[in-house]
């Protein structure tokens, strides 16, 4: 399959510590895949769906104690522990080797060894990058079939070059307290022991394309960032795009898959999907940034998804998706969620194996639902009906705006355009969401999530600061223009004022009138405000003294939050860039 004595050697290296009865290179054909299937619905792993209503579909079923990403298991395994930072779990990347290699010793007896040669990004694009992943499982094979590009060219392009990142996955006992996902960033090395969940197997996904690649590029001097990629074509068949970053929980796919309200659409408003959650940003010759997506299908959260939320996203799952934890309909052999449709099944296998008993479902009780609260499914990007004509080129699209976004009750404005790059590292520094009741512990609780990325940067919090602020030297006058939304402010009884989903369009459309010179903003102690007349509602059953109260900047609340902004500044200590401390206090003074 290939000569290149980098990857020999190490796959060498596994198989003496796993010692398989066998080894098969995926090399990304169907007739591979289709055979793959085939075992695993013969021993269990995987069971076929109606092929008429869901073709090529199938469900799959973790442990129970196994059902979501584990971020007290996971560690950032740098030479010096101040390299990965006051964020990260660090680990002594020697002691840790030596566990993990304890733990996965002669796991694979018995067992088959997969090795899955991967691109992140289109193959041979300049942006992308090349990982191979040895695993002993086949539901991460078929995961990792839909979600990067798997193919033996891969190893054409790579050649003898040792530019490729190490994945190694061995779901062991699935033994929660031996439970451990790894990320060696100056070894390019990612090692994953006792799970079998899609967030800490399928290894291209935040282990590399997240952790690994933000390493990488702060090194090589581009971006990895935990953001959709967007593009917004207006009446004129002229295409901008954005990417944007939200925590977990403020409709990152929902803006992703975004469908314009009708007056819009009506107009020859389009909205083209390039990816749903995370970005790789060059400058390209030009100057400006570029941005892929490095993913090939959509990992996304089953629950809450359905025709009116997201239907794009729904028509993604309608062929060759994988499920994962959610609810098996034995009515017509399909699948059902919590929030897919009113009806609940009358006929249905709960994700834990057993009969589930609709009359007991209680809304507020999620020991009731069928689905697991995080059930998935991986679905293949191309499945997508609003996914971008530029998703497989491989150049990159021009990146117009980031927008940072979070879930604030009364504090951030519905939008506000950051005042320089500076000051919109600043506003991403700070970012932040309050839990819900959807999160475990108290509600209203402010969560500081830099960029989105608090659990995904490689590296230490600090020096990524300063890698975004050292990117914006170099893009100067061409870097985007940095916004943050909100779309979460609420009235006194605790409801969303804006109406949200496709009526953010309605934001992103002053957004880009900014970014080309066409739409005034009023200035702030935080940064500029559209006009109220400026956000088009036409048709839309809103009136413009609602909109000024969600553009509103309550120099009290936000008196409070500059104060929050330096307790949390505390824990980078002197690796926090002095230009945000500058942005500190210069917003302090304008509140004055």
Request: charged share 25%; aromatic share 10%.
């Amino acid at each position: 399959m290939t000569t290149n004595k980098t990857v020999l050697s190490w796959i060498d290296e596994i198989k003496d510590l796993v010692k398989p009865d066998s080894v098969v290179w995926i090399d990304g054909s169907d007739k591979q895949r289709d055979e793959l299937r085939a075992i695993a619905v013969s021993t269990g792993e995987l069971e076929k769906l109606n092929e008429e209503k869901l073709p090529g579909c199938y469900l799959h079923r973790t442990k129970q104690n196994d059902v979501a990403r584990v971020e007290d298991r996971t560690f950032i395994c740098s030479r010096e522990k101040e390299n990965a930072g006051p964020t990260n779990n660090w680990y002594d990347p020697k002691e840790m080797y030596k566990m993990l290699y304890d733990i996965a010793r002669d796991s694979y007896k018995g067992k088959t060894m997969y090795i899955i040669p991967f691109s992140m990004g289109p193959i041979g694009s300049p942006l992308a990058k090349i990982g191979i992943e040895i695993t002993d499982s086949i539901y991460v094979v078929l995961n990792m079939l839909i979600m990067t590009r798997v193919d033996l060219k891969v190893m054409d392009v790579l050649g003898d070059s040792n530019d490729w990142v190490r994945c190694f996955h061995s779901r062991c006992d699935i033994d929660p307290e031996k439970r451990y996902i790894c990320q060696f960033p100056e070894d390019n090395t990612i090692i994953s022991v006792n799970s079998g969940y899609g967030g800490n197997v399928l290894l291209g996904k935040k282990c590399f394309a997240l952790r690994i690649a933000s390493y990488q590029g702060w090194k090589e001097g581009w971006m990895a960032e935990h953001m959709l990629i967007l593009g917004i074509e207006n009446p004129q068949g002229e295409i901008k795009y954005v990417a944007a970053a939200f925590p977990s929980a403020c409709g990152k796919t929902n803006l992703a898959m975004m469908i314009p309200p009708k007056y819009l659409r009506d107009k020859g408003y389009k909205v083209w999907t390039v990816g749903d959650d995370i970005a790789w940003m060059r400058i390209g010759k030009d100057g400006r940034l570029y941005a892929i997506n490095p993913e090939n299908g959509f990992f996304g959260v089953a629950p809450g998804t359905n025709e009116k939320s997201n239907y794009n996203a729904l028509a993604s799952t309608k062929k060759n998706t994988i499920f994962t934890n959610v609810a098996h309909d034995l009515s017509d052999n399909t699948v059902w969620w919590e929030g897919l449709t009113k009806d609940l099944p009358t006929n249905a296998i709960d994700w834990k194996g057993n009969k589930w008993d609709a009359s007991k479902f209680n809304k507020a009780d999620k020991s009731t639902y069928a689905a697991h609260p995080n059930s998935r499914f991986t679905a293949p990007a191309v499945n997508c009906p609003c996914i971008s004509e530029e998703f497989n080129k491989g150049e990159g699209v021009p990146i117009s705006a980031i927008i940072f976004g979070g879930r604030r009750a009364k504090c951030a404005p519905l939008v506000y355009q950051s005042k320089s790059w500076e000051n919109g590292v600043f506003i991403g520094s700070a970012m932040a969401s309050e839990t819900t009741a959807a999160a475990a512990g108290a509600v209203g609780v402010v969560r500081r999530d830099p960029m989105a990325m608090l659990p995904f940067c490689g590296y230490h919090m600090g020096d990524y600061f300063a890698h975004w602020l050292e990117m914006g030297k170099k893009l100067g006058d061409k870097a985007p223009k940095i916004f943050n939304v909100n779309w979460f402010r609420t009235d006194d009884k605790g409801n969303f004022i804006w109406p949200g989903f496709g009526d953010n369009m309605r934001v992103i459309n002053w957004i880009i009138a900014r970014c080309e010179g066409k739409a005034d903003a009023v200035e702030t102690p935080i940064g500029y405000v559209p006009r109220p007349e400026d956000i088009d509602l036409t048709d839309l059953d809103f009136d413009i003294e609602t909109l000024k109260s969600i553009l509103e900047v309550d120099k009290d609340i936000w008196t409070k939050e500059a104060q929050e902004i330096e307790e949390h500044y505390k824990k980078f200590g002197d690796k926090l860039p002095a230009e945000l401390r500058n942005q500190l206090e210069t917003l302090k003074a304008n509140l004055k």
